[in-house]
């Protein structure tokens, strides 16, 4: 069965460092998500990508945060200087379509900055 | 943020029904009701999903009221490995045709031996 990947499984960073999470979606799937959970709180919303653009943001996504997909195959979250609270769990998604279509989540990268 | 309610905690004996309440009295008539759960801190797994007819696949039932406001998920025999975080979501529309997953605190379900 298809699955959504992730790269690294566990970041540790030092805080004003630039990180590049990877993401490798479902092959045949065409809407991309981040999303994030610091620990013990809730699972937060923080962008859709579509045909190569940012689809929505949440309040989280500043202009730290970057997303692309460089190739056919890979999703990149950037968060170009890290901060002690940026340190949490992060979630790729991917769905087939947008609307009514089941997102399915990769494993998580557990980033620490400190 | 999260159109539903859910219980902070449920206990299940091993081998029994777990029944997971949600209530989502403002749900719209196009909104679907989607069911993740986390285990530990794993990704959230999908479960089930429906509009307003039962859902059964081969991991959970969902049952529907008939007036939408609330729904029910069913492991019909619970093992140890269905403790977890359980979400129960109603998808929220974005512009450019995406959807984005409001998640709640979900109900921590223990399942003990």
């Known amino acids: 069965e298809p699955e959504v990947t992730q790269t690294p499984s566990h970041q540790v960073t030092q805080m004003g460092q630039e990180v590049i999470l990877r993401c490798v979606p479902i092959s045949n799937h065409l809407y991309f998500y981040w999303y994030r959970q610091i620990l013990g709180q809730k699972v937060e919303f923080l962008v859709s990508?579509?045909?190569?653009?940012?689809?929505?943001k949440s309040e989280i996504f500043d202009d730290q945060f970057s997303v692309e997909r460089p190739d056919g195959s890979n999703f990149t979250l950037k968060i170009r200087s890290t901060k002690l609270e940026d340190s949490a769990m992060y979630f790729c998604?991917?769905?087939?379509?947008?609307?009514?279509?089941?997102?399915?989540f990769g494993p998580g990268t557990r980033l620490l900055v400190l | 943020d999260a159109k539903t309610t859910q219980p902070t905690s449920m206990d299940c004996a091993e081998g029994r029904a777990a029944n997971l309440p949600c209530n989502h009295s403002?749900?719209?008539?196009?909104?679907?009701v989607y069911w993740y759960r986390q285990i530990h801190s794993q990704g959230p797994q999908y479960i089930i999903h429906?509009?307003?007819n039962n859902e059964t696949n081969e991991m959970a039932s969902l049952i529907i009221t008939e007036d939408r406001k609330s729904s029910t998920l069913i492991l019909p025999h619970a093992t140890l490995r269905d403790t977890a975080v359980y979400y129960c979501i109603v998808r929220t529309a974005l512009r450019g045709g995406s959807e984005k997953l409001v998640f709640g605190k979900g109900t921590k379900l223990t399942v003990n031996p």
């Open positions: 429906g509009l307003k």
């Open positions: 990508f579509y045909n190569n653009e940012i689809s929505e």
């Open positions: 998604a991917s769905s087939r379509r947008g609307v009514r279509e089941t997102q399915y």
């Open positions: 403002t749900i719209s008539g196009n909104e679907y």
